[in-house]
């Protein structure tokens, strides 16, 4: 049944067990992936207990098993059993529940989806677009999250970027439902929205999250042939191509966050890098986990919508590592990781010696960002302002 369900590398693993020394979780508590896996290939009751929801989906075992094994492939098919079976951790439900009704999984209004374009007012995409951006749901709702997409706004204006969006037809590329044991959610939003995009023919899609990155590039199959960037590597082209301008000195030591899925997922790790150091004035510096070895935020996998005990969440080691660098700035270019680290930080109470900061945030501090006004891109249309802040996890996830 877990090979029916997609878990086809079951039969490869040789039990090693690397997959369970290198698992964050070994900081933390008795969770070994090899005993799941040992448990699944015999199809002996346990493996579908509750250690099957603690992966966070952060790859570092999918790179260091010897024998390719695609662990996260094995863990989403038995979830996706729990899934078919109704019996998904109650948070992750209601999330999930809450995607497959809104298009959301942060019970947000659709209709507000797009109301952190207000500002700069939001662009359909049309075929003079150079770009479709595309938005994910935690920097359309999560309201930490609303200002860094606004400043991305403002940046793309003062680079002349001709921007077009999908607006409030946009929904979730799926991933909480894709990692989380609904692939039947999953697979109705990739094709509805394979369709949206494929209708619009986009020259190149933009994305803000490395999840939807993950998604489009790697499991929409029907995107095949379409260029798919992350925003970081827009930002480091349009600094290149001398569109975006770093010139005000930001002086600050500023430590980089590697997402899992930009960094180990993807192989994304020199394009935030360089934007970050051609910001005049930032010192940057190596958290002690880094590049391949990042420390994962704790939010992938689902784990957003999870009861955490503070003790346990890997947000807190993060903010601990970022502060025995010395860090002032803990930058990084995913929501999910945004929303993680800023929650741990208030929890460990250090705001008043770090702050965590998403890429473009920091970038445009550098830039003399001027007003909107004599924009390369008048508004189009203007969004009503969001009535009401996001709801967010319980907070146990963070
Ligand atoms: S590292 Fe790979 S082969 Fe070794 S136990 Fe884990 S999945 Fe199996
Ligand atoms: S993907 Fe990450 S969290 Fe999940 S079992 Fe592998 S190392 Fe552990």
Redo the contacts with the bound molecule.
């Keep these: 049944m877990i090979v029916e369900n997609g878990g086809q590398a079951l039969d490869d693993c040789y039990q090693c067990g690397t ?1 369970s020394s ?4 070994g900081d933390f508590r008795d ?1 070994r ?1 090899r005993n799941l896996i040992r448990l699944a290939q015999f199809g002996i009751e346990g493996y579908e207990g509750e250690d099957l929801w ?9 790179e260091r098993c010897p024998r390719g094994v695609k ?2 492939d094995i ?1 989403r098919s038995i979830r996706n059993i729990m899934g078919e079976a109704g019996t998904l951790p109650p948070l992750l439900q209601s999330a999930l529940s809450g995607l497959a009704g809104n298009g959301n999984p942060w019970a947000g209004d659709p209709d507000k989806r797009t109301a952190w374009a207000s500002e700069v007012g939001l662009r359909p995409h049309t075929e003079e677009s150079e770009i479709l951006l595309y938005t994910c749901c935690t920097h359309a709702y999560d309201p930490r999250n609303i200002k860094a997409q606004r400043t991305l706004a403002r940046l793309l204006e003062k680079a002349g970027v001709k921007w077009g969006s999908l607006g409030n037809q946009e929904k979730c590329c799926g991933d909480p439902a894709h990692k989380g044991g609904r692939a039947d959610v999953y697979q109705s939003l990739r094709d509805e929205n394979t369709q949206q995009i494929r209708g619009l023919a986009p020259k190149k899609i933009v994305v803000t999250s490395p999840h939807c990155l993950e998604n489009f590039k790697k499991n929409y199959e029907g995107l095949k042939g379409v260029e798919v960037i992350h925003v970081a590597e827009l930002l480091r082209d349009l600094i290149r191509d001398g569109r975006l301008k770093p010139e005000k000195p930001v002086k600050a030591r500023v430590a980089y966050h590697d997402p899992c899925y930009l960094g180990r997922h993807n192989g994304i790790y020199d394009a935030p890098r360089e934007v970050l150091k051609a910001i005049p004035g930032v010192e940057l510096v190596e958290l002690s986990r880094h590049h391949e070895d990042s420390l ?1 935020c704790g939010g992938g ?1 689902g784990r957003m919508w999870s009861d955490t005990p503070v003790a346990e969440r890997f947000s807190v080691q993060r903010i601990n590592d970022a502060c025995a660098v010395g860090a002032q700035s803990l930058a990084t270019a995913c929501p999910y990781c945004v929303l993680m680290l800023t929650d741990s930080l208030g929890t460990v109470g250090k705001q008043d010696v770090l702050e965590v900061v998403d890429l473009g945030e920091l970038l445009a501090r550098s830039i003399d960002m001027g007003t909107l006004e004599g924009s390369p891109n008048p508004p189009a249309m203007v969004r009503g302002e969001q009535s009401s802040p996001a709801p967010h996890a319980t907070g146990g996830g963070r």
């Design positions: 997959c290198v698992c964050p979780w969770f992936l603690n992966c966070t989906t952060c790859g570092m075992c999918l662990t996260i863990v994962c996998g």
